[in-house]
């Protein structure tokens, strides 16, 4: 059996960001807005008027500060309230596999091979543009690319579902280079004139190479990967190719990203934590000795309460990586980003653990050793 390496990351950062401020003056404008509109309804007790959002409640909650998007202006009109991203002709290649590309190219160069070198492309994300064809055959031809291409949704674990496939592809023999690419434009599902989930998401893309060992120059032995799942509809977006069906229910609130928050954090945090606990005995692992947590970042209040009890004590920063605050929630992209940023430091034989975690629920643990 072959062993699977992680060679390389790489990442595509938007180039507008969007402050708590800016996002908070555009939601009270529309607040403004809605409450003046309806004000009669709301004297009459037929319509409940909307609360203001701030600063102060968005940090306490998330622990964000800012969010990268691919458009600024629509986001922070209040008129408008959503990413203005045009439609593009299908002779032009689409704006997800476009970023998807732009991570890829910069693992690749940081791997210094060619892409030549890649077997398998697979596009593992939340938010996919569309059904079909694959965007990760879009990218595959965009990088020229020979082998084979296909799309993967797992949510916010679809990075690590995707280097679990991958390994198990190197491992099987079937490919000797496998891309991973993780591209997230979040602000087009996430409904901007919610108090309680307008500030959760930011717009990226990252790419890891996953290798064979033997053919890969110094990164990351994966020790071992794990994946679960559990159903859950507290975390949802209805919006697919059958709404047109029931035309109805087209601007139904389920159809943007809807949650049931204080749900979430209770039942996942104790899923997530026995699970990594659990992969590093199996593997026979003192999760305590682990040098760096790269978990999903969802919540900063979700991150520091699973590495402390993975820890067994307070994390540092130092130990469990939070870039939210610059990044917000980048579904599948966020474990990723974390890993790419702050692993420089490590030396032979030191580990760490890749973690994604979310809708299904969904979660996967990526064990890595420095080689």
């Known amino acids: 059996m072959n062993r699977a390496v992680i060679a390389a990351t790489g990442l595509y950062t938007p180039p507008h960001s969007v402050s708590n401020a800016e996002l908070v003056t555009a939601f009270n404008a529309y607040v403004e807005l ?3 509109e309806n004000a009669g309804a709301i004297a009459a007790g037929v319509t409940i008027a909307l609360t203001p959002s701030s600063e102060g409640f968005i940090e306490k909650a998330s622990g964000i500060k800012a969010r990268y998007v691919v458009d600024k202006s629509g986001v922070i009109d209040p008129t408008v309230m959503r990413p203005a991203i045009p439609e593009r002709p299908n002779d032009e290649i689409s704006i ?6 732009a991570a890829a190219r910069d693992a690749i ?4 091979k060619p892409a030549s070198r890649i077997d398998a492309v697979i596009c593992a994300a939340s ?13 595959q ?11 993967m949704n797992v949510a916010c674990s679809s990075a690590t579902f995707g280097i679990k496939t991958a390994a198990d592809y190197i491992a099987a023999g079937d490919a000797r280079a496998v891309l991973v690419v993780n591209p997230e434009i979040t602000s087009g599902h996430l409904n901007f004139r919610d108090r309680d989930s307008h500030f959760i998401f930011g717009d990226v893309a990252t790419a890891v190479i996953v290798e064979a060992a033997e053919d890969a120059d110094g990164g990351w032995d994966i020790l ?3 994946l679960k799942t559990q159903f859950s509809n507290n975390i ?3 919006f697919g190719f059958l709404n047109r069906c029931a035309p109805e229910g087209i601007g139904a609130p389920d159809k943007l990203f809807v949650q049931e928050g204080r749900k979430v954090f209770r039942e996942v945090v104790p899923m997530v934590s026995e699970m990594i606990v659990s992969h590093a005995a199996d593997l026979g692992l ?3 000795t682990l040098k760096r947590l790269w978990l999903h970042q969802a919540n900063i209040n979700m991150n520091e309460l699973i590495a402390r009890k993975v820890l067994g004590r307070d994390p540092s920063r130092d130990e469990n990586v939070i870039i939210l605050d610059e990044f917000a929630n980048t579904s599948s992209a966020g474990s990723i980003i974390a890993f790419h940023r702050a692993n420089d430091d490590f030396t032979a034989g030191e580990q760490g653990l890749i973690c994604s975690f979310g809708a299904g629920y969904s979660a996967g643990t990526v064990f890595v050793r420095k080689r």
């Open 236 to 238: 949802r977006n209805n």
């Open 286 to 288: 003192d999760p305590k």
């Open 141 to 151: 031809q965009a990088l020229g690319v020979e082998g084979f291409g296909f799309d």
């Open 109 to 112: 160069a940081r791997w210094g």
């Open 127 to 139: 938010n996919m543009q569309r059904a079909y064809p694959a965007m990760a055959i879009e990218i």
């Open 224 to 226: 071992g990967t794990r």
């Open 96 to 101: 997800l596999a476009e970023i998807g590309v």
């Open 34 to 36: 809605y409450n003046a």
